[in-house]
Structures are given as C-alpha cells and as structure tokens.
C-alpha cells in the first residue's frame, strides 16, 4: 500500500493550498482516510478524517470551517483544502489510511498505513 501526497509549499498568510493523497496498492471501501500533521517540536495531531464508503467528515477544533476533506473515489485520492493559512499552521501533513472509522480519528495516534508527509510553511 502506498499512499504519496502532494501540493503542500511556501505560502503567505491569509492564503490557501490543497493538498492531495494519492492511495494505491488495494481497496479502501472500508477504510476510512485523512490527515494529521505535525509542528517543529510537537506531537503530530489529527486534522481531517473521511470515511470511504459515506463520506463522513470529521476535523480537529482548531482547524474547523478552515479546511475541507474530500475525495475522489474514481482516482482514489483524499483532498485538504486549506484557506486563510496561519503561522500556526506550519506543518508537515501526513495522509493516513485505517480501517478504525472517520469518527474516531481524534483518539487514535496509530494508523494502518502513512504517507511520507508533506511540508506546508506559512509565512507571516
């Protein structure tokens, strides 16, 4: 299984990126996807989770009504729309895929599978 990401890059504050995940390697019907991220010296922490079969959305407070996931059954790809980018939102974002569902990604630290991660800087 392989899951690679993309889109993430230098970026001004107040401004928008979308990162993409592209997953290969076997069926994800009954997984569930999403994004955690970890800042310079912290832990990493959920963000988005999306279940593949409903399309149940889930994110972390602190990210809520900022950014969007969805995906794209066809390509089997999961998307994070990130707007009006923080200083604070300096990361590397990692996709994930678990067969735990979308709705219980903010308890968990363990996931079945990891992409390599991506880095998003956000400049004041």
């Known amino acids: 299984v392989q899951l690679v990401e993309s889109g993430g890059g230098l970026v001004q504050a107040g401004g928008s990126l979308r990162l993409s995940c592209a997953a290969s390697?076997?069926?994800?019907?009954?997984?569930?996807m999403g994004w955690f991220r970890q800042a310079p010296g912290k832990e990493r922490d959920f963000v988005a989770s999306?279940?593949?079969?409903?399309?149940?959305?889930y994110y972390a407070d602190s990210v809520n009504g900022q950014f969007t996931i969805s995906r794209d059954n066809a390509k089997n790809t999961v998307y994070l729309q990130m707007i009006s980018l923080k200083p604070e939102d300096t990361a590397v974002y990692y996709c994930?895929?678990?067969?735990?569902?979308?709705?219980?990604?903010?308890?968990?630290?363990?996931?079945?599978?990891w992409g390599k991660g991506t880095l998003v800087t956000v400049s004041s």
């Open positions: 390697g076997r069926t994800f019907t009954n997984y569930a």
């Open positions: 999306i279940n593949w079969n409903d399309g149940n959305t």
């Open positions: 994930a895929a678990d067969y735990h569902p979308a709705s219980s990604w903010y308890l968990l630290r363990s996931m079945t599978y």
